[in-house]
């Protein structure tokens, strides 16, 4: 889950009402071991540092990814979806093209590009 708010105490305050509430609708527990706080870079740092503690979250300066997906914050690089070229090196490693056709190692790429770019969009 991801919530967006202004970096401010009342505003985390406000926050954590809210997921006690949620946790006691749906009974699930928010694990604060894994949740994190991002902030801006224009955000002061003794403001990052109460909100974290009001919170009781670690500030984080990456998102992380999402379903395998990197979770973008910043510019678009080339390096940003290096993981889904690698991932494809992977799976097509494991088949011995040398022993397809031509037309088998198209069908073999596209049956390959096609369901990752699928689940990446």
């Known amino acids: 889950m991801v919530?967006?708010?202004?970096?401010?105490?009342?505003?985390?305050?406000?926050?954590?009402?809210?997921?006690d509430v949620f946790c006691r609708a749906s009974g699930e527990k928010v694990s604060i071991a894994?949740?994190?706080?991002?902030?801006?870079?224009?955000?002061?740092?003794e403001i990052?540092?109460?909100?974290?503690?009001?919170l009781g979250?670690?500030?984080?300066n990456d998102l992380g990814s999402y379903l395998g997906m990197p979770t973008i914050n910043?510019?678009?690089?080339?390096n940003?979806?290096?993981n889904i070229v690698e991932r494809f090196n992977q799976r097509?490693?494991?088949?011995?093209t040398k022993h397809l056709s031509l037309a088998g190692r198209a069908t073999l790429v596209q049956s390959t590009l096609s369901s990752m770019a699928n689940y990446s969009m």
């Not at 894994?34 to 740092?45: A, D, I, L, Q």
């Not at 979250?57 to 984080?60: A, N, V």
């Not at 910043?74 to 080339?78: A, H, L, M, P």
């Open 48 to 54: 990052q540092n109460a909100v974290s503690n009001t």
């Open 34 to 45: 894994k949740s994190r706080v991002f902030f801006s870079s224009n955000t002061r740092p």
């Open 80 to 82: 940003t979806f290096s």
């Open 57 to 60: 979250f670690d500030i984080t």
């Open 3 to 19: 919530l967006f708010a202004e970096a401010n105490v009342d505003q985390a305050i406000i926050i954590s009402k809210v997921l």
């Open 92 to 96: 097509l490693a494991g088949w011995s």
């Open 74 to 78: 910043g510019r678009v690089t080339r």
